[in-house]
């Protein structure tokens, strides 16, 4: 585990992030907030400590779901290699 938290310790609240950008945006179901990353980001970490090919990353959103995808080599287009 690289990385680990929850809402309570965010600076803003999620229901104030809403309020605030749906002051300047129309926010529909289904879009997606980004929030930033909690403590323990590698490149801080001594040594940094990279994602590689072969990782898995996964997040939990409790009542809502798990996602969990592995780290694949880019092609030089941009789109993943196919394993």
């Given amino acids: ?5 929850n809402t309570s310790s965010m600076i803003h609240k999620v229901a104030e ?14 879009d997606v907030i980004i929030t930033g990353s ?7 970490r001594n040594p940094p400590l990279f994602m590689k090919e072969g990782d898995r990353i996964e997040v939990e959103i409790e009542h809502i779901g798990h ?17």
Wanted: no cysteine; net charge negative; aromatic share 4%.
């Fill in 17 to 30: 992030l809403i309020e605030y950008i749906s002051t300047f945006t129309r926010l529909s179901p289904g």
């Fill in 67 to 83: 996602l969990s995808n592995v780290i694949v080599e880019a092609l030089a287009s941009g789109l993943a290699a196919a394993h």
């Fill in 1 to 5: 585990m690289v990385q680990e938290d």
């Fill in 38 to 44: 909690p403590g323990g980001v590698g490149k801080k």
